[in-house]
Nanobody, 120 residues
Framework: QVQLIESGGGLVQAGGSLRLSCAVSGRYHMGWFRQAPGKERDFVAAVSRSALNTYYADSVKGRFTIYRDNAKNTVYLQMNSLKPEDTAVYYC?????????????????WGQGTQVTVSS
């Protein structure tokens, strides 16, 4: 069974930065999703198993960067120029299949989530 443990969430002012981490037990294609209160869970970014391919939601392009350190079995989401609308619980997820664009249905293992709150 895949284990995913997120960390790095918190409270930050608009324009600030945060880095999320996800420790994963194994080598998978990885994604970050987020869910704001009362809204559906949405795709944010994905990185392939080899780290050679990435994919981003339009809403975060140019502000967020997903990358991984396979030696540490950890995936990161660097979030810069944060906006209040980025406030959500962020989840990392794992999949065996690299699909573009990614959807929730493509991922079958999920972390517990970490809260990111951006104040205006």
């Amino acid at each position: 069974q895949v284990q995913l443990i997120e960390s790095g969430g918190g409270l930050v002012q608009a324009g600030g930065s945060l880095r999320l981490s996800c420790a994963v037990s194994g080598r998978y294609h990885m994604g970050w999703f987020r869910q704001a209160p009362g809204k559906e869970r949405d795709f944010v970014a994905a990185v392939s198993r080899s780290a050679l391919n990435t994919y981003y939601a339009d809403s975060v392009k140019g502000r967020f960067t997903i990358y991984r350190d396979n030696a540490k079995n950890t995936v990161y989401l660097q979030m810069n120029s944060l906006k209040p609308e980025d406030t959500a619980v962020y989840y990392c997820a794992a999949t065996q299949s690299w699909v573009q664009p990614p959807t929730l249905a493509d991922y079958n293992s999920w972390g517990q989530g970490t809260q990111v709150t951006v104040s205006s």
